[in-house]
């Protein structure tokens, strides 16, 4: 029944995350017109390789 919840909160983030996505794309396009792009996007690689390891590191046999 634990996997039926995941999914349920996979589904509940998935919106917002693509209008977050949308959102980050925008001000990368308006980024790129006053030349900070690197800055921006080494921001947001950073940050998905944060969440991801941090992701993977969790340990889900505790509870």
């Known amino acids: 029944m634990k996997g039926v919840y995941r999914n349920i909160k996979v589904a509940g983030w998935t919106i917002p995350s693509i209008l977050l996505l949308?959102?980050?794309?925008y001000l990368i396009f308006v980024a790129k017109t006053i030349s900070i792009a690197p800055a921006i996007l080494t921001a947001i690689t950073t940050f998905t390789v944060v969440a991801i390891v941090n992701w993977l590191m969790t340990d889900d046999s505790k509870t």
Request: proline share 0%.
């Open 22 to 25: 949308a959102l980050i794309m």
